[in-house]
Nanobody, 123 residues
Framework: QVQLVESGGGLVQAGDSLRLSCAASGRTLSSYAMGWFRQAPGKEREFVAA????????HYADSVKGRFTISRENAKNTVYLQMNSLKPEDTAVYYC????????????????WGQGTQVTVSS
């Protein structure tokens, strides 16, 4: 079992940047592929980005491609989501999650979840 804690959210203006962190405890992070999801009020949780165990592979939702970058430092048991050129429609609670398999974009393919961190982008 792994415990995940997100941090780095906040209130920013459109066009600004934020970097989210997801710190893991329990099992080592290198045992898992990792993903970021987000959920806006009244909407379903949606896939944002995923990264393989080694960090050598990743994929993104079309809505964030070219603006967001997922990365990981297994030695620090931490995954990051660098978010640039933020838009008001990026406003949501952002969650990190772990999976035994890389490539899934459905929340059902992820096993453990953090509590989320709020990102609010004003226009």
């Amino acid at each position: 079992q792994v415990q995940l804690v997100e941090s780095g959210g906040g209130l920013v203006q459109a066009g600004d940047s934020l970097r989210l962190s997801c710190a893991a405890s329990g099992r080592t992070l290198s045992s898992y592929a990792m993903g970021w999801f987000r959920q806006a009020p009244g909407k379903e949780r949606e896939f944002v980005a995923a990264i393989s165990r080694s960090g050598g592979n990743n994929h993104y939702a079309d809505s964030v491609k070219g603006r967001f970058t997922i990365s990981r430092e297994n030695a620090k048991n931490t995954v990051y989501l660098q978010m640039n050129s933020l838009k008001p429609e990026d406003t949501a609670v952002y969650y990190c999650a772990s999976s035994r398999y890389f490539g899934g974009s459905s929340p059902a393919t992820y096993d453990y979840w953090g509590q989320g961190t709020q990102v609010t982008v004003s226009s």
